[in-house]
């Protein structure tokens, strides 16, 4: 019996360690469904930018007053501003396994006092200019994932030295002062080198990343869903570049914790050429669709005052005989008809090297209302169709026109009904292109705000389909990459001079704004559920 016992103990112990591991994986690989790599010439741009704001930070750092004596010399010194500082020799570049390394070698700083001299009885007060040469700094920021899923600068590492300084005296006491420069400028040059870090540290960790928190993470995109650009890790930095990993999941405002689990291949960033690449893959599509799905809004009605003549009359011509049979103390022109539809399934994106579509099944349930009466079901038809979405990024802000090109429609009951409704194909799908698409496409051309700072504008971009076949190689575990197979959309984008653009209304980290209102992406055709009868509860139906 103890020996049983013992072996259940085990057998628990094991199971629970299994089900702990298995959570922690869970828990751990959760697919990025939004990649950003910065290169080497995104920096030269971010560089410029970086420049002005390390000058203005030292130009403004309050140095203490200095005084002291040496004999009957006595000296005080206010006032210290610098008032120019050489940068030119300044570069930043990737520190690989930390973030960002700034670096100045051999700059000048010039810098102007206010000086108060008493020798004995004799006292001179003025204005001294001086000048230090041989400034170094050395400064590497550490990006790091914060807990709240931003990137942030979590710690700085700072050296900074001035091999020497000259000042500059005029008047008629000038040869006098020149025997008493070296108290006054070793004095000077130790209080400049102990604020140069502290200013460079209060700018970086405070003032940097207040500009950070400008970056959207869990964010509404509009009144029904939100979006989830949650970075997943520390960001990746090498040599030549730096991968941020972002989860970019869409999810419904009503119920944030029904979400599209993430089965897609993680996307694709390749090469270094280019200052920026923003890659994302079907899921970044597929969970938007789904949560406007959960949402309740994909769907619509079109009255028959939208319709056509000619399709009101095919659908008066091919549905008579139900109409006379439900119908008949009704005038067929005194009921308008109603077009009611919505999607059976959230829909789903394909992409591939030829460009990306979107898969729609919805059902379309043709109403006639007569007046005083019932609504009356004539028909449910079950409509296939075939977007192409073009996709476009400007600003901040990812957008995508839809344009309806395939579509079919038959009816679940009858092969006889289904050829029956053959002559509306047509013109219900001109129905749709002029009177569905567009309310789509205004809203899916607002854009959602993809996870850039505040200042940071795209201008132009390179648009690249990839497909990626993933095969697991025997005895290795590694994904084996088939270009010749889609899965994944790239895009590959132009960010330099002419590509892209720091806003020159860029808030400055001194005084930053809040973000501006967030961006709408949108519902992905006219849609809904099954059949309509929750919306028309007193509804007849057709029976054959």
């Known amino acids: 019996m103890q020996r049983e016992k013992r072996w259940d103990i085990m057998a628990g112990g094991v199971l629970g360690c299994t ?70 020799t300044a570069s930043l570049n990737f520190s690989p396994e930390a973030g960002l390394q700034f670096e100045v070698k051999n700059s000048s ?35 790091s994932k914060s807990q709240s899923g931003q990137l942030k600068i979590s710690k700085l590492s700072c050296t900074a030295s001035i091999a020497r300084m000259h000042a500059e005296f005029t008047g008629s006491f000038s040869g006098f002062y020149e025997v008493f420069s070296s108290f006054l400028t070793t004095g000077l040059r130790f209080l400049i080198n102990q604020q140069i870090c502290p200013a460079l540290q209060h700018s970086s960790l405070v003032l940097l990343n207040s500009l950070l928190e400008t970056v959207p993470v869990r964010t509404p995109v509009d009144q029904y869903v939100g979006i989830d650009y949650s970075l997943l890790s520390d960001p990746d930095v090498q040599s030549d570049w730096m991968d941020m990993e972002f989860k970019g999941m869409f999810y419904p405002l009503g119920n944030e914790n029904d979400t599209l ?26 969970s938007a669709m789904y949560s406007y799905y959960k949402a309740g809004v994909l769907k619509t009605e079109i009255p028959e005052k939208k319709m056509s003549v000619d399709l009101a009359y095919l659908l008066r011509t091919t549905f008579f005989g139900a109409i ?57 038809i079950i409509m296939e169709s075939r977007l192409n979405a073009k996709v476009s990024l400007k600003g901040k802000k990812l957008a995508i026109k839809l344009d309806l090109k395939r579509f079919r429609m038959y009816s679940s009951k009858s092969t006889l009904e289904s050829l029956a409704l053959i002559p509306l194909q047509t013109p219900v799908k001109a129905l749709l292109q002029f009177t569905v698409m567009p309310i789509i496409n205004e809203r899916t051309l607002e854009g959602v705000q993809i996870p850039l700072p505040e200042g940071i504008d795209f201008i132009n971009e390179t ?40 806003t020159n209304s860029s808030p400055s980290p001194h005084s930053p704004r809040t973000r501006p209102p967030n961006t709408t992406l949108p519902a992905q055709t006219l849609h809904h559920t099954h059949a309509p009868s929750h919306r028309y509860p007193h509804m007849v139906r057709e029976s054959r």
């Open 463 to 502: 648009m690249k389909n990839h497909m990626k076949d993933t095969k697991i190689l025997e005895g290795k575990g590694k994904p084996e990459h088939n270009e010749d197979d889609p899965d994944e959309w790239h895009h590959d984008h132009r960010w330099n001079s002419t590509v892209a653009r720091l």
């Open 324 to 380: 006379i049979l439900l119908t008949p103390t009704s005038s067929a022109k005194e009921a308008p008809l109603l077009l009611d539809l919505e999607v059976t399934s959230a829909p789903r994106c394909t992409i591939k090297p030829s460009g990306i579509t979107v898969s729609v099944s919805a059902l379309m349930n043709v109403i006639l209302l007569p007046p005083n009466a019932k609504p009356v079901m004539l028909s449910s």
């Open 261 to 286: 689990l993430n089965t897609a291949i993680v996307p694709l960033l390749k090469g270094k050429e280019r200052m920026v690449y923003f890659s994302v893959s079907e899921y970044f599509f597929d």
């Open 109 to 143: 700083i010039h810098i102007t006092f206010q000086r108060n001299m008493l020798y004995w009885l004799i006292q001179d007060v003025g204005q001294i200019n001086a000048s230090a040469h041989g400034a170094d700094i050395w400064t590497v920021l550490n990006l």
């Open 19 to 88: 089900l702990l591991l298995i959570t922690l994986n869970t828990a751990v690989t959760i697919k990025p469904a939004c990649r950003i790599r910065i290169t080497e010439q995104g920096l030269r741009l971010i560089r410029s930018e970086g420049l002005r704001f390390v000058a203005e930070e030292l130009e403004n750092i309050a140095i203490a007053d200095l005084s002291g004596k040496e004999g009957p010399f006595h000296y005080s010194i206010t006032g210290v501003k610098i008032t120019d500082l050489d940068l030119s």
